[in-house]
């Protein structure tokens, strides 16, 4: 009988014409599970959505570019983010105003004024009041005239002279050219200031 034929490789069925090389190769078993390995991360890394097929250009293989895993932010995510910055300055102005209104000093009112001469003096609110009228009316009359109405121990009250000069418009910005004026000024006297600083 003839000898007996060994039955042929599958890289001989596939191929007549081509080598069995991996049977001489002892690295070929080692790279295969490697392999398998690479291409299954790769396919749930694009599945996840960690990574995509970025288009290149002509002639270039398209590579794998990472995806931010930050989603972003919608419409109505950014009008409540704007709203909540628009809140926190209303708060912040609001706390500003009633900062100054605490440091703003108390008001002592005409009223207040007419009993404190009452109470010193002993005459009557109504004398009082027509006092304290007859004094401011005389010292606005003087000092309209360009004359200095000093009273000792409390202070001189006098006309003032402001030149004409350039201002802006606090709303708009604009440019606007101020007249020259006259306008009334007080300067304490030294007693005055000295009973300010008392305390303090």
Do not use: C, H, W
């Amino acid at each position: 009988k003839a000898d007996a034929i060994p039955p042929a490789t599958t890289n001989e069925l596939t191929d007549p014409n081509k080598t069995n090389d991996n049977n001489n190769d002892p690295t070929a078993a080692m790279r295969l599970p490697s392999l398998l390995i690479l291409a299954s991360l790769v396919a749930s890394l694009l599945l996840d959505g960690t990574f995509a097929f970025v288009p290149s250009k002509a002639g270039r293989t398209p590579a794998l570019a990472s995806r931010s895993t930050k989603p972003s932010p919608s419409r109505s995510s950014v009008r409540l983010m704007a709203a909540k910055k628009a809140s926190k300055s209303k708060k912040a102005s609001k706390s500003k105003k009633a900062a100054k209104k605490e440091d703003a000093p108390e008001t002592f009112k005409k009223a207040e004024f007419v009993s404190a001469i009452a109470e010193k003096t002993g005459m009557t609110k109504v004398d009082s009041e027509a006092a304290l009228a007859a004094v401011l009316e005389t010292i606005t009359e003087e000092v309209s005239a360009g004359k200095r109405v000093s009273i000792l121990g409390f202070g001189t009250f006098k006309l003032s002279y402001r030149s004409a000069r350039k201002g802006r418009n606090p709303q708009t910005g604009e440019e606007l050219d101020i007249a020259a004026s006259y306008s009334p000024s007080f300067t304490a006297a030294k007693a005055f200031k000295e009973k300010v600083n008392e305390g303090r």
